[in-house]
């Protein structure tokens, strides 16, 4: 009768721990034979009622029973620690697999892309210049000779060698009328310098430059390009208006406003409650700066604009400290993905 209930358990502990599927069964296995009221502990409860020759031989049995349960936890355990490690480490084909972070491009270069894009579309050509100049070609040649005032209007960043980091993109228009022959129509954007630093202003920033030069060429043509401009860029219903201004390679020269894109023109603190934001400078080319470059003013004409990239993305995308393009901060930069 004890010898077949021995039997019977050492079979049922075989079995149990072939099934055994994780640490938590485990663990009630080893309640259930090794517990206090587990069942091997229940057979060694009962060897008193047998006579002394059977407890001698089932004493020494459940004993080996018990060690061999003991070995079989510690053995079954390590292979289950094993095998829930071999998951974590990626091994569970089963799981999704782990996707690579997808980079982006940076708010500005989608805004210079975009600008880009949509005067390509006018049959304008992108170039470049570089961003270390010469004083000539960012402002003698441009008609802003060295005792002019409009020097200071644009805090210069000077190097050692007499060379400056340009402060505005137009000394591309002369470097590619050098380069050119007319007709001609250029967009030019690129990093410009100046010592200057707020909310609205940064020592770094991107502009865009544009230069058209035909035979013909009117203020009529300058207003068209630059409204098609703002309805691409601001959505198709943006107003625009042009106010007389003052660049020294430009004459005559004018800024160029739309309507505020927060308030709809009603007046907000974002336009100071006038309706209008400034967004870029233009005029038709100064007959100084075709001098310049030895076009002859009698044939040729155009016009000229540049504009801050940043105030294009400030306003498009209501952004109120320009300081945030450039912390690099990931969950700023990953909105605009
Ligand atoms: C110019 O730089 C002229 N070269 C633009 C131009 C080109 C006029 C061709 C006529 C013909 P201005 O200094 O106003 O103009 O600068 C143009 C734009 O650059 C400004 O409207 C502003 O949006 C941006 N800007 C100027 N300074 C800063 C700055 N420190 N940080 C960020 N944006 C700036």
């Known amino acids: 009768m004890f010898e077949k209930e021995v039997e019977k358990l050492k079979e049922e502990i075989k079995q149990a721990f072939e099934k055994v599927k994780d640490l938590k069964e485990l663990q009630e296995l080893k309640v259930k034979f090794l517990g206090k009221k587990g069942q091997i502990t229940g057979l060694l409860k009962r060897l008193k009622e047998l006579s002394i020759e059977e407890k001698r031989r089932f004493g020494k049995e459940l004993n080996v029973l018990k060690d061999k349960v003991e070995e079989l936890l510690k053995a079954k355990e390590k292979e289950l620690i094993f095998k829930a490690e071999d998951r974590d480490e990626g091994l569970d084909l089963t ?44 402002f003698t040649a441009l008609n802003i000779p060295e005792w002019h005032p409009a020097r200071d ?7 050692e ?31 410009v310098y100046r010592c200057d630093a707020d909310v609205r202003h940064s020592p770094m920033f991107h502009q865009i430059e544009g230069l058209m030069v035909d035979k013909e060429v009117s ?109 690099n901060h990931l969950y700023f930069l990953q909105s605009f993905r």
């Open 95 to 138: 799981l999704p697999g782990r996707r690579p972070g997808i980079g982006g491009l940076h708010p500005l270069s989608q805004v210079i892309d975009e600008l880009c894009e949509a005067f390509t579309r006018l049959g304008f050509e992108v170039v470049t210049g570089p961003e270390i100049e010469t004083e000539y070609y960012n």
């Open 153 to 159: 209007m644009q805090a210069t960043f000077y190097l």
């Open 161 to 191: 060698n007499g060379s400056i980091l340009r402060t505005h993109t137009s000394p591309i228009q002369i470097r590619t009328m050098l380069q050119r022959t007319p007709p001609l129509r250029i967009v030019a954007p690129g990093k």
């Open 219 to 327: 203020f009529s043509d300058l207003k068209g390009v630059l409204t098609y401009f703002a309805k691409e860029i601001f959505g198709p219903k943006t107003r625009v208006r042009f106010r007389p201004s003052y660049f020294p390679f430009t004459e005559p020269s004018v800024e160029m406003d739309i309507g505020c894109v927060i308030c709809n023109g009603k007046g907000c603190r974002v336009c100071s409650h006038t309706g209008w934001l400034e967004i870029l400078g233009a005029g038709m080319v100064h007959p100084e700066v075709f001098r310049a470059v030895n076009y002859d003013t009698s044939i040729w004409q155009g016009f000229a604009f540049g504009l801050g990239i940043e105030r294009i993305a400030m306003i498009k995308y209501g952004i109120d400290d320009i300081r945030l393009f450039f912390d």
